[in-house]
């Protein structure tokens, strides 16, 4: 039955949220390169633009979409092949033609509706798009625009850039995988572990840039997590016995429970010290510790992403701030691979545990340290540490600077008013 232009336009967009990974995925399984895979899904799209206003949506919208760019891919791979027999014909340079492996119409036809193939190439199209060739922003951009199926002016919103400046990330992205000849394939296992790291790494920082956005109006931005926390979902289905997969969703799931919470009602930050811990999601909760004891099971040795989920855990067992268990939050921090970052997130564990003192003693020898000299983050926590010893004017100072290194306004509005200033006070320019 025929549907409204508008109606099939809405379903069109909806199902093609849903499936486009697995359709580029597919697509790229067939012709070997995600660029191409890309837009052989964007034509999928738009013969169902064209064609569902005056057929009807589909039965099966989703299966509709993934055959139309199956065969449009298999029809290029025949093309490709074609020609380059009549090349090798008229030249007679070649004697036979063989297609590229799992290129074949006959292949991409008996596997098309597998279930474990259509896993297969969303494993393949994440570690291709999260290849470690790429630059760290180029990967971010790429796996969102593939996997996410977010669009460039969404993808540029959500980072605070200029859409021109995403579109030049992902499409010098393509090209550099395909210049770089990066197969599209799951690695091996002498190259899963560092490859592994790179996907856990995106994903991991678009959920952080979610949780504490790094610039603009808005502390928290709940679209990227909850694609960060799609991503690492899907991912923990594909490779389920790979602990610190589950270590990664473990922690996004503890962390997105609190996210409800990070912002009052004026759309005013809110520390984890002054949360309302019943507005913290404990479906999520529960979601997070089922999956740290996943990777528990898996491997006794918890790596990074482990790690900081069970410190996440702590916090969400704790009733109140005051009655967490920093002794364990301070072992763990320690345990983590050492980094600037990390010692200062220490420290507050330490803080808590032993008394500000102990904490300052380490904030101070962080201090001189080159890396954090322009971390909005030092001075916020030095000035938290120096109000607890009751050095009000010192703190003072350290809120107003910390506030000058920011560049989210939530944050710098709420450093300022720990400094007891007007928070609409011109900035100072850095120099």
């Known amino acids: 039955?025929?549907?409204?232009?508008?109606?099939?336009?809405?379903?069109?967009?909806?199902v093609f949220r849903i499936e486009s990974a697995r359709i580029i995925a597919a697509a790229a399984r067939i012709v070997r390169d995600i660029g191409i895979a890309e837009e052989i899904a964007q034509d999928a799209l738009v013969a169902a633009l064209e064609q569902w206003p005056a057929s009807g949506v589909p039965q099966?919208?989703?299966?509709?979409?993934?055959t139309t760019a199956r065969r449009r891919a298999i029809d290029l791979v025949r093309r490709r092949e074609t020609y380059a027999r009549k090349l090798a014909e008229a030249g007679r340079e070649l004697q036979d033609t063989h297609p590229p492996a799992d290129t074949t119409a006959d292949t991409a036809v008996d596997c098309a509706d597998s279930a474990d193939t259509i896993d297969d190439d969303l494993l393949r199209l994440i570690f291709t798009a999260c290849h470690p060739v790429l630059a760290t922003e180029a990967r971010t951009a790429l796996t969102?625009?593939?996997l996410g199926g977010l669009s460039t002016g969404e993808i540029a919103r959500a980072y605070l850039v200029p859409e021109a400046t995403v579109a030049q990330r992902i499409v010098r992205a393509k090209r550099k995988l395909a210049a770089r000849a990066v197969p599209f394939e799951v690695p091996d296992e002498a190259e899963r572990g560092q490859r592994l790291a790179s996907v856990l790494e995106v994903i991991y920082l678009v959920f952080n840039e979610g949780y504490s956005a790094t610039a603009g109006e808005d502390w928290v931005r709940p679209a990227l997590c909850e694609e960060a926390l799609r991503l690492a979902r899907v991912l923990a289905g594909l490779m389920p016995e790979e602990a610190e997969v589950q270590g990664l969703l473990a922690l996004l799931e503890i962390q997105a429970s609190r996210i409800g919470a990070r912002v009052g009602t004026a759309g005013e930050a809110v520390l984890l010290a002054d949360q309302n811990r019943g507005r913290w999601n404990q479906l999520l909760v529960r979601r997070g510790f089922a999956a740290l004891l996943r990777a528990g099971e898996l491997d006794a040795r918890p790596g990074p992403y482990t790690l900081q989920a069970a410190i996440a855990a702590c916090h969400a067992q704790a009733p109140t701030y005051e009655e967490t268990d920093w002794h364990r939050i301070a072992a763990l921090y320690a345990a983590l691979p050492p980094s600037p970052v990390t010692e200062l997130n220490r420290a507050v564990a330490v803080s808590m545990a032993e008394g500000p003192a102990a904490g300052l003693a380490i904030v101070d020898v962080l201090a001189k340290e080159p890396p954090l000299s322009g971390y909005?983050?030092?001075?916020?926590?030095?000035g938290s540490l120096l109000e607890r010893l009751g050095r009000d004017q010192e703190a003072r100072a350290e809120y107003i600077r910390a506030a000058d290194l920011t560049d989210n306004t939530a944050e710098r509005d709420l450093l300022l008013r720990r400094a007891g200033v007007d928070h609409r006070r011109p900035r100072h320019t850095q120099t």
Do not use: I, N, Q
């Not at 039955?1 to 909806?14: I, Q």
């Open 60 to 66: 099966r919208p989703g299966a509709w979409l993934m």
């Open 1 to 14: 039955m025929a549907v409204t232009r508008s109606d099939a336009d809405r379903a069109v967009e909806a």
């Open 144 to 146: 969102l625009r593939l």
């Open 376 to 382: 909005h983050l030092l001075p916020s926590v030095r």
